[in-house]
């Protein structure tokens, strides 16, 4: 079976920084897409960034540009996502998605497989 788990969330200041981590097993991803995408109450499943193979070809929402950095370890068949100048608006579950195969970037039908997700909240 294919399993996604994430890990790394949790309760931090406005201005502050979290590293999520996302695990995969079961499936190699090295020549595949790996991204993540969050979801606040209330609201539709938004993209937040991608990375695809080796790690050089990346992509992020506006939202976070500048902000987050997408990485990935194949070794470990992990994708990170390194957060910086957190925002109460960055609130969210975030989810790891993954594909062993192209995808377009920002679409969640995209994605094969899913992640339970992690809760990040960021405090005012």
């Known amino acids: 079976q294919v399993q996604l788990v994430e890990s790394g969330g949790g309760l931090v200041q406005a201005g502050g920084s979290l590293r999520l981590s996302c695990a995969a097993s079961?499936?190699?991803?090295?020549?595949?897409?790996m991204g993540w995408f969050r979801q606040a109450p209330g609201k539709e499943r938004e993209f937040v960034a991608a990375i695809r193979g080796s790690g050089g070809s990346t992509y992020y929402a506006d939202s976070v540009k500048g902000r987050f950095t997408i990485s990935r370890d194949n070794d470990k068949n992990t994708v990170n996502l390194q957060m910086s100048s957190l925002k109460p608006e960055d609130t969210a579950v975030y989810y790891c998605?993954?594909?062993?195969?192209?995808?377009?970037?920002?679409?969640?039908?995209?994605?094969?497989?899913w992640g339970q997700g992690t809760q990040v909240t960021v405090s005012s």
């Open positions: 998605a993954a594909k062993d195969g192209y995808v377009r970037w920002g679409r969640p039908n995209d994605y094969d497989y």
């Open positions: 079961g499936r190699t991803f090295s020549r595949g897409t």
